[in-house]
């Protein structure tokens, strides 16, 4: 083999292996359509919400294609890892835990963490009072983190599910005294008819420890090329307005936080 083609297959080879993403590509984006105001199905089935026109603006930024998957937030990063999708947009956490298994862009909102229980309920800030009790929280989340290692050591009895909407179910039945979740989707919850008998009581969780930087969008390890895409595509929209727009349809104050 000559020199030109020894150079002309490794940059074959390099472009084929690119995570470059160009005008009329296809990125395969993993929501989970259970969690309004962010994502969640309307009475056509159609996904919508605030991380499902984020995702679209910043795919229209790109001047990609959105192929839009649904995938339950448990299976998200195991389906990043065996390629199904190439980025999951789904109101992840950035945290160090999961830093270890994807990469992430910087952060496109902030939200703490909070619990919501009936009208009247009072909890302390060691949430002593409880005890016996059981708090609903959504599996592999940084809310279930936090239960895991602060809430079942105190004698919190903790009942994970697949998604939000399930909780919400239990709660109105009795199942769960409690739900500890992001506080964004609970004051979405708390301003429907369904949530008129409930409030957010006990202390708000901001510890970076457990909300971590932000949500971000979650792309497989080793992407930086894409991360650097998307990371100029959140500016982007932020600096043209966009962002602001979209936010605006869904919430009264600005979510992105410092």
Known sequence: MNKFTLISGLAMSLLASSSLYAAGDTLRIGIEAAYPPFASKNDKGQIVGFDYDIGNALCAQMQVKCEWKEVEFDGLIPSLKV???DAALSSMTISEERKKSVDFTHKY??????????????????????????????????????????????????QRYGNNEE????????????????TIPLEDFLSMPRGADY????????????????????????????????????????????????????????????
Do not use: C, H, W
């Open 167 to 182: 909780i919400y179910m239990d709660l109105a039945s009795g199942r769960v005294d409690a739900i500890f979740a992001d």
């Open 199 to 258: 409030a957010f009581t006990g202390p708000e969780l901001k510890d970076p420890k457990y909300v971590g930087e932000g949500a971000g969008i979650a792309v497989r390890k080793g992407n930086g090329e894409l991360v650097s895409q998307l990371n100029q595509a959140i500016d982007a929209i932020r600096a043209n307005g966009e962002y602001q727009k979209i936010q605006a349809k869904y919430f009264k104050s600005d979510i992105y936080g410092d």
């Open 83 to 85: 390629k199904k999708i």
């Open 109 to 158: 909102y902030f939200t703490s963490s909070r619990l919501v229980m009936k009208k009247g309920a009072v909890v302390d800030d060691q949430y002593e009072s409880l005890k016996g009790k059981t708090v609903g929280v959504q599996r592999a989340t940084t809310t279930d983190r936090y239960a895991t290692e602060v809430f079942e050591p105190k004698g919190i009895k903790v």
